[in-house]
């Protein structure tokens, strides 16, 4: 059975870090296209970050550029996204998703097939 099962959510202030961590069964994540998304209380889910199958190429949205950094360790079959800096506006649902199909980093987020469960990360003093 496929599954992505995220961790490393938690409670943060301001200004601190944290790392998320995406776990794959039953798939290789090298193989698919795979991101961050977030979804704020009354917000419309967002992309965050992704990885592209081909050349690992990666992508982030302008709210997190030089604050985040999106890796995955082949070994362990597990994306990672390094949270710095964090800002109460960080705070939301985080979710991992893969594309199995394009290939290509992207924040279309109807087009991902698969999705995690999620992991709460709330920035507060």
């Known amino acids: 059975q496929v599954q992505l099962v995220e961790s490393g959510g938690g409670l943060v202030q301001p200004g601190g870090s944290l790392r998320l961590s995406c776990t794959a069964s039953?798939?290789?994540?090298?193989?698919?296209?795979i991101g961050w998304f977030r979804q704020a209380p009354g917000k419309e889910r967002e992309g965050v970050s992704c990885?592209?199958?081909?050349?690992?190429?990666?992508y982030y949205a302008d709210s997190v550029k030089g604050r985040f950094t999106i890796s995955r360790h082949s070994a362990k079959n597990t994306l990672y996204l390094q949270m710095s800096s964090l800002k109460p506006e960080d705070t939301a649902v985080y979710y991992c998703?893969?594309?199995?199909?394009?290939?290509?980093?992207?924040?279309?987020?109807?087009?991902?097939?698969?999705w995690g469960q999620g992991t709460q990360v709330t920035v507060s003093s």
């Open positions: 998703a893969a594309d199995i199909h394009r290939g290509s980093c992207h924040f279309s987020k109807d087009e991902y097939d698969y």
């Open positions: 039953e798939f290789t994540l090298d193989y698919v296209a």
């Open positions: 990885i592209s199958k081909f050349d690992g190429s990666t």
